[in-house]
């Protein structure tokens, strides 16, 4: 087959946390851009901040456009789709991510060409050089050894967004920043994330190669993106051995129940600033209910551990989970008021597609699933029906505002940013529909699964 080089755009929805200065782009795109171009194929990356950006891509004439979404960018992702088709774009354009995996016939429906399951980093050459026919769903499954896979090549993503500061409260915001994936996937079986996959892990050899090539270029500090990127000590114990020659300083994802003394110094000598916990509840019949495997009083010592070796961390909630009430909620300002973290995260529950909670059922009580697309805070009401069934919603938000309320007399709230107006020209923003009224059984639709 001759292979026709071709000029691709690969871009990502609005995300408010992408508009904060102090945030990172995230490397999905970042993967899939760095392999097509070492295969000569012409690449644009645009993480957009506002679908007003789209009016100077569209007239690009790119031969493909490739999306990646999660649920709540779903519905900005099918307007930069009816975007290049009202503007008569004849590229190919493609859906892949999180809501793709776990609803992919719900994009045919909405009128992508091609929607991708799983991860695409094996299968895109091919979906760039030889598409299928369209309509089509292409199952590209997850990759293996996620050793093979090139070091992403940030400059694809050009202009300011190259430097990047670092976010700790308190630390050096002038660092340039740089995110990095050490695994893929996560052990765990959380009930509230979704869809699961197998937990791989990068080898050391491959992540000191590239620290090495982040701090040649420049970078200071990282932001490392992973679910959970460690789950032993070694793990530990091996990346900061690998890093603190660099001097660089970073923060993570980790399991409280993982930290210990011993853990914390290797971190906090190794460069580390803040960990970030998903604590999701304070109660331990919650926290068995959704298979989290901690206990309130352990997480809680571990924020003990972390400021007893200068760790800063920020302690993650879930709020409106099964079994919630409003004794939980007073126990999650009790937890707070107790163990003090630097900073807190509420967010209210929503069954996420493909989730062991949506798929049990719970999808059947969100009244307006596409609201979740318009998820711009983490600390934001929605007013979809949650997953709880002992309280109305209007009992769930006045508990929720009483929480933040409350703990924002003890701690830091991060609220993030609030989002940039997203409309793309009066003229555009009419054909844009507000939700998706395709028929849902897929009548009319002509597509097939495929393996590449």
């Known amino acids: 087959m001759d292979v026709q080089f071709k000029n691709i755009l690969l871009v990502s929805p609005p995300n408010p946390f992408l508009e904060n200065p102090c945030s990172v782009p995230r490397l999905g795109l970042l993967y899939l851009g760095t392999i097509l171009r070492q295969y000569g194929h012409g690449v644009t990356i ?109 400059d694809l993503m050009g202009g300011d967004e190259l430097w990047r500061p670092f976010l700790g409260l308190g630390q050096n915001h002038q660092l340039r920043t740089a995110s990095i994936l050490l695994s893929r996937g996560c052990p765990y079986a959380c009930i509230f994330c979704g869809p699961h996959f197998n937990y791989r892990r990068r080898s050391s050899d491959n992540i000191g190669a590239e620290l090495e090539v982040l701090y040649t270029q420049g970078y200071h500090g990282l932001i490392i993106v992973d679910e959970l990127p460690f789950t032993t000590e070694q793990h530990v114990r091996s990346f900061c051995e690998q890093i603190r020659p660099f001097g660089m300083k970073f923060r993570c994802n980790f399991r409280p129940d993982l930290l210990n003394p011993k853990i914390a110094k290797l971190l906090a000598e190794a460069g580390c600033c803040r960990l970030q916990f998903g604590i999701e509840s304070a109660n331990q019949t919650i926290l068995d209910r959704i298979n989290k495997g901690t206990q309130p009083d352990a997480n809680g010592r571990a924020v003990e551990i972390c400021h ?106 991060d609220r993030g ?35 590449l």
């Open 308 to 413: 007893e070796y200068g760790l800063q961390v920020k302690t993650m909630f879930i709020w409106g989970l099964p079994d919630d009430s409003p004794e939980t909620a007073q126990q999650i300002v009790r937890w707070i008021a107790r163990y003090r973290p630097d900073s807190i995260q509420v967010s209210m529950f929503v069954p996420l597609p493909g989730s062991p909670v949506w798929q049990s059922g719970y999808h059947s009580r969100v009244t307006d699933y596409h609201t979740l697309a318009f998820f711009q805070n983490p600390n934001l009401k929605m007013p979809i029906g949650l997953a709880n069934e002992s309280l109305s919603v209007k009992v769930l938000e006045t508990l929720y505002e009483e929480i933040l309320s409350q703990c924002s007399q003890l701690t830091h709230i």
């Open 46 to 154: 645009r993480h957009l901040r506002n679908l007003r950006e789209l009016e100077g891509l569209v007239k690009k004439n790119f031969d493909f456009v490739g999306i990646s979404a999660t649920t709540r960018e779903y519905l900005d992702a099918i307007q930069i789709l009816n975007y290049f088709k009202r503007e008569g774009s004849q590229a190919t354009i493609a859906i892949g991510g999180a809501h793709a995996t776990a609803l992919p016939e719900e994009a045919l429906r909405n009128g992508f060409d091609i929607v991708v399951t799983g991860e695409a980093e094996e299968k895109i050459l091919m979906l760039v050089n030889d598409p299928p026919d369209r309509p089509a769903i292409v199952c590209a499954g997850w990759v293996k050894d996620i050793n093979r896979l090139p070091f992403p090549q940030r």
């Open 417 to 451: 940013l609030a989002p940039e107006p997203k409309e793309v020209g009066q003229d555009a923003i009419s054909s844009f529909p507000e939700r998706c009224a395709l028929p849902k059984d897929g009548r009319g639709l002509n597509h097939k699964c495929v393996q």
